[in-house]
């Protein structure tokens, strides 16, 4: 079962950033990929990079054009898309937010990020409530997909909630960069997003995906680097840090089960004794 | 502050590894090091690799003849030790537990360990209760210390817990290894078994050091690289892979606050959507 990651970067034309998105996913879909998921707010420039009043007229409703636009996508390619959305409710509350639809071309359902960085540069409390359904696994017709969204990475509560709503997979349309010239942090940054994801892998046997954003927007650089770890967390697939790329990978379901089976971690989870998990 | 993690073999007599582990702290001390971590149940050969009634004869009660032993070492070297013991209850209850002594020779407290594996080699639910004390940290002279064992390496709530109870440092008696000629799969479980860790080192902001047994054991063979990861997961320390070693690595803890200032990721736990984590 093959999923592709769309790696791209985004100009300031939400139009033309859309319009290149569905160009990616086609040629994802003709490259056999079933499940397809785009870069967190992939139709935009990473607009939290200032905090702005005027971009919340980016925002969408869900249902919406976007989603009106990838319906029929997946269902003519037969492929499940997951695309990262700034929605704006109709209560005037605004999300970050992920839609999955499915091979059917029917909307699954969607999740909204339920953490929200406030980091210099990634000013999203000024943006995003908290995300308000929790954290879900979506039966798609390839498999039983968890999306979280990029700052989400670095939590393992988000990831094992997700793998017990019963993900295989966990997607994470991302945003994630550093300013330009700064090589001495490059490194352990990078290091860290990525051995954190592929622990939340090897921790609850699923495959993690990591869709990440590329390119220059002003002083900020996206580092690209989108990757697939397998269920025992060995990064199986990983893209360049500086291009646009489709980054494909087969993944062997049958390797979820596989491994939970032969390193038994579930079943000796001590959920008699995780309660302090709810405090701070 | 200097920490050591003893990585040792042990043989079949229970007294000379004792004598062989007073002998490495000291050295240890010598060094500098201020805390000092014995590797999982030092005092005797692995003995869980089978199961046999009369290894039930290797516990010993808490206190007991290795502490009663450990507790003047620590005074007279000013350094804490942390040391894994089989532990045998007033009741006749059996635990894999670590005790942590004070720099001035008080049992400050001991750790019984949450997971307990199962595992073709491992079968340590044959002889050890599941731990009954929770996760904890300890107020040392020198840190505020977190104790895990082993099995309890891969589970990212474990980390989480003992951080939360305020550990600054996470240290990991351990016993892992695999059965000799399977280089196949050796360099998938050392990856996981290393990220994993770094893992958590990075999720909550705190030191990780794992002392891990070394050496030939029957048909075993335990694979040593101790090691010390930084607050954001970068190795800063590893042993060597065959022989016995003391790895002493300097923490700046002043690391463990500045990186949660920096990542901040405890201030966005989202604690009241966490409460399925108790579940399975």
Redesign the interface.
């Known amino acids: 079962m093959k999923i592709a990651l769309i790696q791209m970067s985004c100009g300031e034309n939400p139009g033309a950033n859309l319009k290149k998105a569905v160009s990616q996913i086609k040629k994802a879909a003709q490259r056999g990929a079933k499940v397809i998921c785009l870069e967190e707010l992939f139709r935009t420039p990473y607009f939290c990079k200032t905090k702005n009043e005027k971009n919340f007229d980016l925002a969408e409703t869900i249902p919406g054009p976007t989603t009106e636009m990838l319906e029929p996508l997946a269902k003519d390619l037969k492929a499940v898309i997951v695309a990262s959305l700034f929605e704006k409710t109709k209560k005037s509350v605004y999300h970050n937010t992920a839609v999955v639809i499915d091979a059917d071309g029917k909307l699954l359902g969607k999740y909204r990020k ?6 210099p540069g990634f000013y999203e409390k000024f943006y995003f409530a ?1 995300g308000d359904l ?2 879900k696994s979506f039966k798609t017709r390839y498999a039983r997909i968890g999306v979280l969204i990029c ?1 989400d990475q ?8 997700t793998m ?2 019963g993900a295989e997979i966990l997607f994470y349309p991302t945003a994630i960069g550093w300013k330009k010239n700064r090589p001495a942090q490059a490194r ?1 940054y990078h ?2 997003w990525e ?2 994801q ?3 892998a ?2 609850s046997g699923v495959y993690v995906a990591a869709a990440n954003r590329v390119g220059a927007e002003g002083k900020f650089e996206y580092w690209g680097r989108s990757f697939v770890a397998d269920p ?3 990064v199986v697939g990983r893209a360049g840090g500086k291009q646009d790329e489709i980054l494909i990978v087969d993944c062997d379901l049958r390797k979820v089960e596989k491994t939970r089976r032969e ?4 079943r ?13």
Do not use: K
């Not at 339920?114 to 980091?119: A, E």
């Open positions: 339920m953490h929200i960085p406030d980091d908290p929790g954290f700052w670095w939590f393992p509560e988000a990831a094992r909630l017990l709503a352990s290091g860290a051995t954190v592929r622990g939340h090897i921790a025992f967390g060995e390193w038994t971690f579930l000796d989870r001590r959920i008699d004794a995780y309660q302090g998990i709810t405090s701070r």
